[in-house]
Nanobody
């Protein structure tokens, strides 16, 4: 079992910044992928960014819509993943969910609301 707790969401004006954090606890494997997905009202959950730590190092993946604006990072010693969100747009408004997958099933956090006003 893995538990994920997100923090850092809130209300921000367009052009502003927010930093999301997600702490993982439980059966954390040495090789895993953590990341963020989001779901806006009436839309499907979509990938925002993931970061994978394994024997070959660290690799990241971003949705085209956030490239150049968002940055994902992690602190393995703290089992924590961060999402730095800059130049936020109203269309970034969504519930952001933390994601973890190791060798078994994927796990999800409860989500944190991000609202960007125009």
């Amino acid at each position: 079992q893995v538990q994920l707790v997100e923090s850092g969401g809130g209300l921000v004006q367009a052009g502003g910044s927010l930093r999301l954090s997600c702490v993982a606890s439980g059966s954390i494997g040495s090789a895993n992928t953590m990341g963020w997905y989001r779901q806006a009202p009436g839309k499907q959950r979509e990938l925002v960014a993931t970061i994978t730590s394994g024997s070959s190092g660290i690799s990241t993946n971003y949705a085209d819509s956030v490239k150049g604006r968002f940055s994902i990072s992690r602190e393995n010693a703290k089992n924590t993943v961060y999402l730095q969100m800059n130049s936020l747009k109203p269309e970034d408004t969504a519930v952001y969910y933390c994601y973890y997958v190791g060798l078994g099933f994927p796990y999800w956090g409860r989500g944190t609301q991000v609202t960007v006003s125009s």
